[in-house]
């Protein structure tokens, strides 16, 4: 399996600009992460899936964020429009979800956005 | 929500030497990872333990569920070692990171 694929590495863009995270989850797992981690507040949830349906977004910083799954093997967080305190490393993740619990996380290598 | 408290949060060592991470959590949990941080920024997966020992070469891991923690155990450390050891756990909610343990081993 290529593990959990995430585009682009390395973001650069101009403040106002839209920008576009990509993920490809390993095939088979139902929940889908996307965790953002800057040095002042380390790893955070953004938001999750499972079987392709947003569970919780209430670590979405603003509006200006938004994260859609339209099937098992894509998800795309977008930020429009962005601004400089959004630059950060964004990590996905996807795991195989039994019962209430998730098992067995895999991460993606991570986008680094910056916002100038 | 769960808290995850990890010590030390730094570690400096000689190359060769012996280390042990902690990792103290707040509440029940049914998934506990170590990750391990390189200099590139990869989180990689080092151990999936929610409870038990578990070992892969010079890494070893236990995990006391009961008792709320876990030990991630290094021998023989090496300088490629170096970077941010995370713990991180769940119960049925999705993973929450501790700040980290960043080690630095020296040649």
């Known amino acids: 399996d290529a593990g959990v694929i995430q585009s682009p590495r390395h973001e650069v863009t101009e403040m106002g600009q839209e920008v576009t995270l990509r993920c490809k989850p390993i095939s088979g797992h139902n929940s889908l992460f996307w965790y953002r981690q800057t040095m002042m507040r380390g790893l955070e949830l953004l938001i999750y899936?499972?079987?392709?349906?947003?569970?919780?977004d209430s670590g979405m910083p603003e509006d200006r964020f938004s994260a859609k799954m339209p099937n098992a093997s894509f998800s795309t967080l977008k930020i429009q429009p962005s601004e400089p305190r959004d630059s950060a490393v964004y990590f996905c993740a996807s795991s195989a979800t039994r019962g209430q619990g998730h098992y067995g996380y895999t991460f993606g290598s991570g986008t680094r956005l910056t916002v100038v | 929500g769960i808290q995850v408290e990890q010590s030390p949060p730094d570690l400096i060592l000689q190359e060769g030497a012996n280390s042990t991470l902690r990792c103290n959590f707040s509440?029940?949990?049914?998934?506990l990872q170590w990750f391990h941080q390189n200099p590139w920024g990869q989180l990689i997966n080092l151990f999936y333990i929610p409870s038990g020992t578990k070992q892969n070469g010079r890494l070893s891991a236990t995990t006391v569920a009961t008792e709320r923690y876990s030990l991630l155990y290094i021998s023989s450390s090496q300088t490629t070692d170096s970077g941010v050891y995370f713990c991180a756990v769940s119960g049925n909610t999705p993973l929450v990171f501790g700040k980290g343990t960043r080690l630095s081993v020296i040649a």
């Open positions: 899936f499972n079987n392709n349906v947003p569970i919780d």
């Open positions: 509440d029940s949990v049914n998934n």
